[in-house]
């Protein structure tokens, strides 16, 4: 097989240098490209909604109609009578800063040395995770955002969602809240996403485990639930305590062990979220046959004959990607055919060889050790507990797995491999071919082609795309030198194609951090798949992470989401309160993004 990688698509623009100044506290771009924020924390989504207090002082329920915090993955769904000045915007809301509230975090230490939140605090804070539909629309030669619009919507840790699919209803997702164990409250910490052909957003739930804690030691070290994914023990969850208010974050078992309490709140999420974002009313739906993992994304691609693939990275340190593909077809106009197609289907995980062949293993009971004998009984079973399914059928452990692109015409997959500071230390992450660097502090881009180009092959070929990192003549040691050609960054995490075939690459770095030195503020690039070759589009304000980018089908607008700038983007004035941003990119001559 070969990596026919496309040329083709136009790459025009004249790079921008890297930003090196601390108090570098603005979004630049290409000359001939404009840069507007466009929708920050705080803005107006649902019809009511008040505008942002730069004070802070919004309460949970205002902010609950309101853009949450820290926004991420994203994509503009066309209506279908505008497609290119028409649309919805789906932005998700990973997590919060202290920058919430007034004065930052309010935590009491009581007696016990737990955390006590306040209920106001922690409802704000559940209010501004999720995801927000704004509707958007070109007037003129301006973008704006339509007030009062009826598909303003706000998803949030407390909406209530439906669990579907192979897992649904078995025990391990019944709480003393919802003993049908089909009813949850909430998404939290969705980060990447994924768009459906069929016009539905996949929203993907990424460290949820940082929200809850088992204070019980022997229950968690029993429980593979847990402890696989790394749900807190001790006192409190890792992150903002919510369990000091709100009991389904507290997921001890009962004293009683009569019922289960909350134990099992944390197997509730892990999930992809479906919904349909044109329906502000809908319910959406947490599809267990995708796996239950530490979900960065889910990456739809579909062939001529409706077969689909669903792409996902585990983003923890060791971890794996996946692959699912749907027993149904995608039946273009058929709204019932396609409704849950996500229901059923495999679940793949995969190992790359060295010698640049790759397997998708299916997580199937009965194959590969999924059996009885090694604690899995049900394929419901496996779904939960997938990071330990693929840890039996041979999974490749990766350098943290991020963003998944498929190009739109080869159909060659890309993953972004974020770094791992363990690789070459810990026993079960050694230096492999896919993951070549020891102490990898910058991170790689992997690509691979299935066989015969089909969506649902079962084995594949490989390559790394690039390691990123200084290029060598920069004088860095030989584990921070990258194969990068061109422009230098570090830390892929973001990653896009756009409809004519241009890479998209975000990066997530400490901008503060000496191997970084040479980088500047994060930044997007873009790359040509064919020549490999690399250029800096967009570098971020001091302290953000760039993630998150979709264009209208012309490639005329695009939207590119700043993360928790450091500063005091987007006012950039040096006083007001920073805000993450979705941020507006247009051609100053109208033309297409990237050319
Ligand atoms: Fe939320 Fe893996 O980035
Ligand atoms: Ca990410
Ligand atoms: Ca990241
Ligand atoms: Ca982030």
């Known amino acids: 097989a070969s990596y026919a990688g496309l040329t083709g698509a136009k790459i025009g623009f004249r790079p921008v240098p890297p930003q090196m100044a601390a108090d570098f506290d603005s979004v630049v771009v290409p000359e001939g490209y404009k840069a507007q924020p466009f929708f920050s924390w705080g803005d107006p989504v649902v019809r009511g909604a008040s505008p942002w207090q730069p004070d802070a002082s919004d309460d949970w329920q205002s902010q609950a109609l309101q853009a949450g915090q820290n926004h991420d993955g994203m994509a503009y769904f066309s209506f279908p009578e505008n497609p290119k000045t028409h649309g919805l915007l789906v932005i998700n809301h990973e997590y919060i800063n202290p920058t919430l509230h007034p004065n930052g975090f309010n935590s009491n230490k009581l007696e016990d040395g737990s955390i006590q939140r306040s209920e106001a605090e922690v ?12 509707e958007v629309k070109k007037s003129g030669s301006q973008w704006e955002i339509v007030k009062d619009s009826r598909y303003g919507r706000r998803v949030t840790a407390q909406t209530p969602m439906n669990l579907t699919g192979p897992a649904a209803g078995v025990d391990l997702l019944k709480t003393a809240s919802d003993i049908t164990g089909k009813r949850v409250l909430g998404t939290i910490n969705n980060c990447a996403m994924g768009q459906t052909p069929w016009g539905t957003y996949l929203t993907c739930e990424e460290n949820w485990k940082n929200y809850f804690v088992n204070r ?35 997921a001890t078992p009962d004293e009683s062990q009569r019922y289960l309490g909350q134990v099992n709140e944390p197997n509730r999420f892990g999930w992809v979220v479906e919904f349909d974002p044109f329906d502000p009313e809908s319910v959406p739906k947490k599809r267990t046959a995708l796996g239950r993992l530490v979900r960065e994304c889910a990456t739809v691609t ?13 983003d923890t340190r060791g971890e794996y990607v996946y692959k699912f593909v749907p027993k149904g077809r995608y039946q273009r106009g058929n709204a019932a055919a396609n409704t849950d197609l996500l229901d059923e289907g495999t679940l793949y995980v995969a190992v790359f060889h060295e010698d640049g062949e790759g397997e998708w293993r299916a997580l199937e009971l009965g194959r590969y050790g999924l059996t009885p004998r090694n604690g899995f009984h049900t394929q419901a079973d496996v779904l939960i507990n997938a990071r330990m399914a693929a840890d039996i059928v041979g999974a490749t452990p990766m350098d943290r ?29 050694p230096v492999d071919a896919a993951n070549p660097r020891k102490d990898n502090l910058h991170g790689q881009i992997v ?29 860095a040691p030989e584990h921070l030198t990258g194969t990068i050609n061109g422009d230098v960054f570090s830390s892929p995490d973001g990653l896009w194609f756009d409809p ?62 700043i993360q928790h700038p450091g500063l005091s983007y987007p006012a950039s004035d040096g006083k007001t309160r920073a805000r993450s941003t979705t941020v507006l990119i247009t051609k100053t001559d109208g033309g297409v993004i990237g050319t």
């Open 302 to 314: 579909h062939d001529e004959e409706g077969r689909v693939a669903i792409y996902s990275g585990d």
């Open 447 to 475: 690509r691979w082609r299935e066989k015969n180009d089909r969506v649902d092959a079962t084995s594949f070929r490989w390559e790394i795309f690039l390691l990123a990192g200084d290029t060598s003549d920069a004088g």
């Open 123 to 134: 409802r704000k804070e559940q209010m501004a995770h999720g995801v927000s539909v704004i």
């Open 216 to 250: 019980d030691p022997d229950d968690y070290s029993s429980r593979r639930e847990h402890h696989r994914y790394g749900v807190a023990q001790g006192l409190n969850s890792k992150n903002y305590a919510w369990d000091s208010v709100d009991a389904r974050f507290n």
């Open 500 to 561: 004519q075939g241009r890479l998209w690459i975000q990066t997530d770095y400490g901008d503060d951090d000496a191997q970084n030195a040479n980088m500047g503020t994060n930044q997007m690039l873009c790359a040509d798949p064919g020549t490999r070759e690399v250029k800096r589009f967009l570098a971020g304000p001091r302290g953000c992470e760039v993630t998150g980018v979709t264009t209208t089908p012309d490639g005329k607008a695009m939207w590119v989401n």
């Open 401 to 429: 797995p991020e963003w998944v692109a498929v190009h739109p015409a080869s159909k060659e997959v890309y993953v972004a491999l974020t770094n791992n500071k363990h690789r070459g230390h810990k026993p079960d992450q």
